[in-house]
């Protein structure tokens, strides 16, 4: 009887350490799977939550499935932010970014949200060129330069400041009067705000304008491996 005892007792001492391993081992996995969607990796974040998922401890989690949804919409958000992208599709682009940030606000491409809305005053000022009368050409350069000052306070400073500069210039040549052109309408939109920190460590470059009659170019880098 008391070799029976001596048996149960030590069987228990040897299970309970495997026990908390167990938990830790598995608690690790959770915390890889949110490692990896706040890194962007969200094909490795979707199939790690799907492991928690078939866990007896997370199986009647809501945030595991949650997470899961936000994995797959993630990797559908970030294809359809840089298709519409490469087609030069500026506001679809930017709409698909804008929901990507707001699941995640950590998301590697949000330093890409001021250079699209430079692509989107470039693309206004290299339409202006081909307005047929002076007050149009005019009027597109005011609708240019709003972006330009909405890229601006989202902190591409330098960028936009040479083609508001640049803007400016162009409508000069048209003999508009300034005047009506000095205030442009601020471009609006619900977005997260940016620091210049984050815009400035994004490794998408802009080249600077030669004349006033050339507009800016942005480009993206294409996506991380694996995602």
Known sequence: ?????????????????????????????????????????????????????????????????????????????????????????YAPAKENLLELVSLNPNDPNRGQIAHITLAQGAELQRLAM??????????????AMAFYYQAAKEGLMEESITAIKQCEASIKETKVPMEETTAPIMVETKQ?????????SSSVVSPSVATPRKPVEVTINPAPKGN
């Open 1 to 89: 009887m008391k070799l029976l005892r001596f048996i149960t007792l030590n069987s228990w001492i040897i299970l309970l350490p495997l026990a908390s391993n167990a938990q830790v081992s598995r608690a690790y996995m959770l915390d890889e799977a949110d490692t990896y969607f706040k890194s962007g990796r969200y094909w490795d974040a979707f199939f790690k939550y799907r492991e928690c998922a078939n866990l007896p401890e997370f199986e009647a989690s809501s945030q595991i499935s949650e997470q899961i949804k936000n994995s797959s919409h993630a990797l559908y958000l970030t294809k359809k932010f840089k298709d519409y992208f490469a087609l030069q599709r």
């Open 192 to 200: 997260p705000s940016v620091s210049p920190q984050a815009n400035s």
């Open 130 to 143: 081909r307005q047929r009368t002076p007050a149009a050409t005019a009027d597109m350069l005011k609708r």
